[in-house]
């Protein structure tokens, strides 16, 4: 792949999970694509499917889940979807970088970091491991970290927000250029959360990498995407430019979860939080708007019809929008 | 290094203590045990025609200890019998110390029940992954399904099945005792052989019935390895699946280790029914035949023996984590 950030497509991508009651999707038909050199944002209440969305870009849908339909298309890689065995493990971590949550335990609690390092590189036939240590304390020293200290820890000697760094230079250390952050700073205190994001930002810029950052917390996304999509019940609702998409919502759930927002000044009363609840795998209407259910501007046709997403290429980037109301407004 | 001598310091401290707390309450249990078998013993002298005087002197003789003392005297010159490893003399034994008697039954206990232990360990263990990884198919299923079984049948059922099998219907093994009294005892071939071949069965019964919970016990904790977060993670990284195995097997096996010791701690005194059944004359054996002779004193000293090696077996257990679990470790150096 070279040195050079990855474009990724997504054309439709439909992932289902296997249920009692047959298979229900979890990421219904959704096309995005990544600019190389971006950073998208992807928003989305807990169930909306952006996680099984970011595995899918490694392949790495869990069971009993599967990618059903779509194709997952990476520079230099090609259809990830088609990937298998040995030629997909070796995508993982030398070309696409993948970083946990930081509450989560991602790494082995009996080994060092140092250790796992090593064996990263063994799995990627790393010929010269003393350079990938180098990397490595480099990376960290980078971060604010004590590279030499932090190799020599065991898991359960590092913080959270160190833990997450270490994350982050295992995702980059073989130097993949696409990163694939799946809710980063979820669980971390506030400093800890700006410090983390602005390290995101700046090796993003330093290494030139694409990078795709989920979560449900719009003010990450503020904070960092270039552009940002929006994910309610497997569908992608709304997506654009983050300025754009943030500055005048246009998808009524977009809308609602902005003002949802509570202000640092003003009233808290004027934080409206949305009616109703979001959807789960087995309650995602089958046919018509997924959203409708809590819609205020709910009319016949969003029973029926899926609302197709209309593009409309801005100044700054394409912008997209699945809302039968707005494509309404439009036309009148 | 200096973490592990403190602990081990420690925990010889709490041992010492227990086992002298157990001692206490063994001596007094057996004392309060109706029936006296040195009175029993010179009664029965004074019918063989013994004068009293002479009878009750050669109880003294026979037995080391005088059976008239007080309770605080017998209880204060047991427990300092104890602390010179002097655990008395057996009464059905006269003038052979306990000591002796036990050592020698432990022998007869401690190899099988070892080869049994660890040989189910193995293969349990084995087996335990496998049908983790493929619980979802029929082989996998069957591995379970021999857990469960096995784990079921009480070790008395299983050893009498094994007899039936092997000495009864395919009569190719001897269905009890330790050795073939017509060979010379020795490091010969056919004593050894003759050895070997009264410990299979035995051997067997330890280690199948012992073999279902390896494997139950395994496959759950790999199951729950499995769905931890940092395999996952692995994986994503690309990790070689050989790697992310062994972090599966090395953190699946950790729980598994505390069990591994405790049973063997048991093991000096949790064959009874085996050793019964294949007259085995081991230390559950001699703990049985100790409780139908009213041999107190042996009685005494085979509950010690269980306590001390349960004890010990705790240590290691513990001195063991702390060499392959750094969280152990460092937990350590923080308090």
């Known amino acids: 792949m070279g040195t050079q950030a990855p474009g990724v497509r997504i054309g439709g991508l439909t992932v289902v999970y296997k249920t009692p009651a047959g298979e229900l999707p979890a990421v219904r038909d959704i096309s995005l694509t990544l600019e190389p050199g971006t950073i998208t944002g992807i928003v989305g209440e807990s169930g909306s499917g952006k996680s099984t969305l970011a595995l899918s870009l490694l392949n790495a849908v869990q069971p009993p889940g599967r990618i059903a339909a779509g194709s997952v298309e990476i520079d230099g890689l090609g259809d990830v979807v088609g990937l298998a065995g040995e030629e997909l493990r070796k995508a993982r971590g030398r070309h696409i970088g993948y970083v946990f949550q930081a509450a989560q335990n991602s790494l082995n609690p009996l080994k060092t970091v140092g250790k796992q390092l090593l064996d990263l590189g063994r799995s990627h036939g790393v010929e010269d491991l003393r350079g990938l240590v180098r990397e490595a304390q480099e990376l960290l020293g980078r971060m604010g970290l004590d590279g030499a200290r932090v190799l020599d820890s065991h898991q359960h000697e590092l913080s959270g927000g160190m833990r997450q760094r270490v994350g982050i230079m295992l995702a980059l250390v073989l130097n993949a250029h696409l990163v694939v952050l799946d809710e980063p700073t979820t669980a971390l205190d506030m400093i800890t959360q700006a410090n983390i994001l602005k390290i995101v930002r700046e090796v993003h810029a330093e290494r030139g990498l694409t990078t795709l950052v989920i979560t449900h917390d719009i003010g990450v996304v503020a904070e960092v995407a270039d552009r940002l999509a929006v994910m309610y019940g497997g569908r992608l609702v709304e997506q654009g430019p983050t300025r754009e998409v943030l500055g005048a919502p246009q998808h009524p759930y977009t809308k609602g979860l902005i003002k949802a927002i509570p202000r640092l000044v003003g009233d ?8 109703g609840r979001p959807p789960t795998l087995a309650t995602v209407p089958k046919q018509g708007c997924v959203f409708r259910e809590r819609c205020a501007l709910r009319m016949d046709v969003c029973d029926d019809v899926d609302p ?15 809302c039968h109301a707005v494509t309404v407004k439009e036309h009148a | 290094m200096t973490l592990i001598t403190r602990r081990l310091a420690g925990h010889l401290a709490r041992g010492f203590v227990m086992i002298l707390v157990v001692a ?6 057996v004392n309060n045990i109706p029936g006296d078998p040195m009175a029993a013993r010179y009664e029965k002298l004074i019918e063989q025609g013994m004068a009293p005087e002479a009878a009750q002197q050669a109880v003294k003789v026979l037995y080391g200890f005088q059976p008239d003392g007080t309770l605080w005297q017998q209880y204060s010159d047991y427990i300092s019998g104890l602390l010179r490893l002097d655990l008395g003399v057996s009464v059905t034994r006269p003038g052979t110390p306990v000591l002796d008697v036990l050592t020698d039954a432990a022998k007869w206990t401690i190899v ?30 069957a591995l379970s399904i021999s857990g469960s079984l096995l784990h079921g049948i009480p070790q008395y059922v299983l050893a009498m099945l094994l007899v039936v099998i092997f000495a009864t219907l395919i009569p190719i093994l001897p269905a009890d005792g330790s050795v073939d009294i017509l060979y010379e005892p020795g490091f010969n071939g056919p004593y050894i052989g003759s050895l ?8 067997l019964t330890y280690a199948l019935s012992a073999y279902g919970g390896w494997v139950l016990a395994m496959k ?20 070689k699946r050989s790697i992310v195995f062994r972090y599966i097997a090395r953190n699946a096996i950790l729980p598994l280790f505390t069990m591994l010791a405790l049973s063997l701690g048991l093991l000096l005194g949790g064959a009874v029914f085996i050793e019964k059944i294949f007259n085995y004359p081991g230390l559950g054996w001699l703990l049985i035949s100790s409780v139908t002779d009213r041999d107190y004193a042996l009685m005494g000293g085979a509950f010690l023996l269980i306590t001390v090696g349960t004890i010990l077996a705790n ?3 513990d001195l063991f984590y702390t060499v392959i679990d750094p969280r152990v470790r460092s937990g350590e150096e923080a308090s």
């Open chain 1, 268 to 275: 808290i009363d004027e934080a409206r939080a949305l009616p």
């Open chain 1, 308 to 322: 197709a997403p209309q593009v409309d290429q801005g100044e700054r980037g394409p912008r997209t929008v699945a």
């Open chain 2, 24 to 29: 206490t309450i063994s001596f007094f249990i």
């Open chain 2, 112 to 141: 099988p029940v070892l080869v049994g232990t660890l040989l189910s360990f193995l293969v349990g263990i084995i087996f335990g992954v496998y049908a983790a990884i493929k619980r979802t198919g029929k082989l996998g299923d």
């Open chain 2, 196 to 203: 070997v071949e009264h410990a299979v069965l035995p051997v």
């Open chain 2, 220 to 239: 759950s904790s790999v199951v729950t390895v499995l769905g931890d977060d940092f395999i996952l993670a692995a994986e994503l990284r690309g990790v």
């Open chain 2, 315 to 317: 240590i290691v257990a």
